[in-house]
Every structure is written in C-alpha cells, then in structure tokens.
T-cell receptor, first 115, second 111 residues
Framework: AQSVTQLGSHVSVSEGALVLLRCNYSSSVPPYLFWYVQYPNQGLQLLLKYTSAATLVKGINGFEAEFKKSETSFHLTKPSAHMSDAAEYFCAVSLHGGSQGNLIFGKGTKLSVKP | NAGVTQTPKFQVLKTGQSMTLQCAQDMNHNSMYWYRQDPGMGLRLIYYSASEGTTDKGEVPNGYNVSRLNKREFSLRLESAAPSQTSVYFC??????????FGPGTRLTVT
C-alpha cells in the first residue's frame, strides 16, 4: 500500500537560508509524486510533480525536488527562503500510480521563515 | 475560468442538523474528490468520483454521503452532524495531467 511520511511537522529557517522539507514514500507501483503548498485559510496549490520523466523537477516560486528511487525520497528544496514561503507544505503520492488520480497525503510540514 | 468553487465558505451547525456542501469545477475534469483536513492529520479522502455517475468510498466515509450530479458538480451531505465532523472540507478535481486542483475550502463547526 502507498504511504507518505513527512519528517518534521515544523521547520524554521532564516530568510535567505536553504529550505529542505523531507518526504519519503512507499509504493508498490512506480509512483507519481506531488508537492502542494497551503497558505493560511486557503486551498492547496500545486508546487511541482514527478511523473516518471526527469528526476529533478522544478516548480513554482523557485522550489525543486529530486526523485531518488534508491532512497524512496522526494525532498523539496529552495536555495534561499523568502518570508512569503511561510506556509504548510504537503507531499502526496498517487494511490494507484499514474492517471487514476487518487492521492495519499503526508501530514504536512509547517514552514516558518524568520527575518 | 473559476477552477473549483465551493459553497458555503463557513458554516456552524448544531449536533444532529444536516447540510450539503456544494462543489463545482469548470475544467471538464472527470474525477472529483472530497477531503477533510484536521490539524496534524493532513488531508483524508472522504469520497471520490472517478467519472460522472460513479462514486466510491475513501478513507473516512462514515457519516457522509455524496452525489455526482453531473460532470461539473459533486456534493457532500452530512445527514446528522456530529462534533467529530468539525473540520475544513476541500473539494478537488483532476483531469489527464494527474495533479488535483483544489477549491478554497469550507470551514464547518458542529456544536
């Protein structure tokens, strides 16, 4: 069965520092993986997705993630944090692999950015 | 393009009352979903509809019913609300590009 583990429910970084949010998955089929961002009192917005093409995926707002099959990981990074990056981030894996659409979400990581 | 819309934005119910949450999408997507979000729990799937005319249970379906009225609309009904159903509810849809598009959410409080 597919599952997602996000390490760290809260991460705090200083403005300008590297952002690293960790996500590990388990999947019995080749996974499709996603990162979503949720700003306070809003819905979820797609940051980036991995669908078995390039293993390094670039997303919006300067974020990127690397699919590492050997480590079953899909960590999210951004070289330099901005105050506007403060939000909650969710990693998700496609339940059936591919196009059937059902997603399993991690519990989320809340990112704080200190001035 | 409005994307995914949800009504109402906020609702307060008393225990035992019923209500229907409405969701509509204008992206011609086949699949639609209802999630609930609780602190520290991430998003949990309540029901989904892979195509018009079909619905299936997700992880936490108890206490809920759904209707896929047509391709655009997917409603979630609470027949007899309980305090445990206090949550934020999100509707989402997906097409052939695999990612899900989310609505702005409904904040429901059951007292």
């Amino acid at each position: 069965a597919q599952s997602v583990t996000q390490l760290g429910s809260h991460v705090s970084v200083s403005e300008g520092a590297l952002v690293l949010l960790r996500c590990n998955y388990s999947s019995s089929v080749p996974p499709y993986l996603f990162w979503y961002v949720q700003y306070p009192n809003q819905g979820l917005q797609l940051l980036l997705k991995y669908t078995s093409a390039a293993t390094l995926v670039k997303g919006i707002n300067g974020f990127e993630a690397e699919f590492k099959k050997s480590e079953t990981s899909f960590h999210l990074t951004k070289p330099s944090a901005h105050m506007s990056d403060a939000a909650e981030y969710f990693c998700a894996v496609s339940l059936h692999g591919g196009s059937q659409g059902n997603l399993i979400f991690g519990k989320g990581t809340k990112l704080s950015v200190k001035p | 393009n409005a994307g995914v819309t949800q009504t109402p934005k906020f609702q307060v119910l008393k225990t035992g009352q019923s209500m229907t949450l409405q969701c509509a999408q204008d992206m011609n997507h086949n699949s639609m979903y209802w999630y609930r979000q609780d602190p520290g729990m991430g998003l949990r799937l309540i029901y989904y509809s892979a195509s018009e005319g079909t619905t299936d249970k997700g992880e936490v379906p108890n206490g809920y019913n759904v209707s896929r009225l047509n391709k655009r609309e997917f409603s979630l009904r609470l027949e007899s609300a309980a305090p445990s159903q206090t949550s934020v509810y999100f509707c989402a849809s997906t097409g052939h590009t695999y990612e899900q598009y989310f609505g702005p959410g409904t904040r429901l409080t059951v007292t």
